[in-house]
Each structure stands twice: as C-alpha cells, then as structure tokens.
C-alpha cells in the first residue's frame, strides 16, 4: 500500500486527513511537537493501517531525516503532507510591530522546513509511480489581511516555491492547497477571546484533497472545498 508523510497531524486537518488515509489503506508516518495528541492518533489507527509517529519540530533537520527514513522503512514515501506550521504571535500584531526573530521563526516552520523535507523525501517520491506533494496554504498568502502579515507572507512563499517547483518536477503532482476557514486549534489562536464555532470542522475540508488524490488531477493551485463540490 502507498505511504504517506504527515506533518501537523495530532490535531486539524492533519489528523482528519490520516483518519481518512488510514481507512483507505495507506501506510502513514505522522509528525508532531505534541509527543502524548501525537501517540493517540497513532494507537487510534494503528488497528487499521501501518502508523509510524514520530515525535518532534519540523524545523530540525535530524526530525526531517527520521520522517523520511520512517517512510522508507514502510515502502515508500508516495506522498508528503507539508501541513504544519506556525500562526505566529496571538492576537496577530501589525507588521510594524512584528518581533522579527519570531518571524524568522514563522518562515523556518512554514517555508524553510517543508523545502527541506521535500528535498529529503524527492529521491524516493521520484521513484514512485504516484509521487505527490500536498502544502497546506491558506488564503492569507494572496489576501492583504490585517494582521496576518507574518503568516499570511509565508504562505505566500510557500505557493510560489510551490509553483517553482512543480514546473521544475512536471513527473510529480506538487498541489498547493487552501483548506479554508476551520475550527481549529490555530484558528481560534488566531482570533483569540472570539467565538469560531460557526467555521466548519476540518473534516470538510478532506473530501477536496482525497479528490485531488484520487483523480490524480494536474499540479495546481486549489481550495479544497471547491474541489469537493465539483
């Protein structure tokens, strides 16, 4: 069965997406900081597929060496997730007040790691048949929302590394993808004291990427809520 690599997976999107992967078959090698969220989906699907997780940063070389290594002990990987990643300060601050050591940190996590991850994994998702590369962005990379400066610039530079890089690997399927609004976690950090029940949960945003996976579609830019009503 086909491995995929997940990072963010303890929570979100990241965990729903490996519920749904799991229940498909796929072997899994999940990633998180949260070491206990982290081990409870693991056990959770343990039962139904093959789950290698694997505690730690995205943004340590030594973690990103092991994620691949994990992979490439279950057969693959067929698929990379880059789907962790860093809100930054909350209450967002105004870029003229951004703490710039934090927002080294914030592209470290969102664009430096996944390049670097990618480049480790590129190897072996060359020789699969069905090589994939899945980046979570958002639409505060193409939107100029108020606050979202740090954040919303990084995953900016994720869609045109994106970009980049599926012109430079047209054997590969490289999707960059905006899950849309969800209640989530990082969501509500990003609007703290404020009520986000309304936003949908992150399982709805998984029918567009098994969509994206299933049909095989080109290499792109995509919202997944979009992809799953068509």
């Known amino acids: 069965m086909p491995t995929a690599i997940i990072t963010g997976a303890s929570r979100g999107l990241g965990r729903a997406l490996a519920r749904a992967l799991a229940e498909r ?12 969220a982290l081990q409870e989906v693991a056990t959770e699907l343990a039962p139904t597929t093959k789950v290698v997780a694997v505690a730690g940063d995205v943004a340590d070389a030594a973690h ?3 994620l ?6 279950l057969g693959g990987p ?9 809100l930054g300060p909350s209450p967002q601050p105004p870029l003229a007040d951004y703490p710039i050591d934090v927002f080294r940190q914030v592209y470290e996590v969102n664009v430096t790691a996944p390049l670097a991850l990618i480049q480790l994994a590129l190897p072996l998702l060359a020789q699969s048949p069905q090589g994939r590369i899945l980046n979570v962005t958002s639409d505060a990379g193409v939107e100029g929302y108020e606050g979202w400066g740090g954040y919303g610039s ?19 399927r490289v999707w960059w993808v905006d899950p849309g609004d969800m209640n989530t976690q990082m969501h509500q950090e990003a ?11 992150p399982e709805e945003s998984v029918p567009g990427l ?3 996976i299933d049909d095989d579609l080109p290499s792109g830019r995509y919202s997944a809520r979009e992809v799953a009503a068509k």
Not at 25 to 36: E, F, I, K, M, T
Not at 156 to 161: D, K, M, N, P, S
């Open 68 to 73: 691949v290594e994990a992979a490439r002990s």
């Open 64 to 66: 990103r060496e092991a």
């Open 25 to 36: 078959g796929w072997n899994l090698v999940l990633d998180a900081r949260g070491g206990d």
């Open 78 to 86: 067929d698929m990379l997730v880059n789907n962790a990643s860093a």
């Open 210 to 212: 098994l969509r994206l």
């Open 154 to 172: 990084s995953k900016a530079a994720l869609e045109q590394l994106s970009k980049v890089l599926a012109a430079e690997q047209p054997q590969l």
């Open 191 to 201: 609007f703290p004291g404020e009520d986000i029940s309304d936003r949908p949960p």
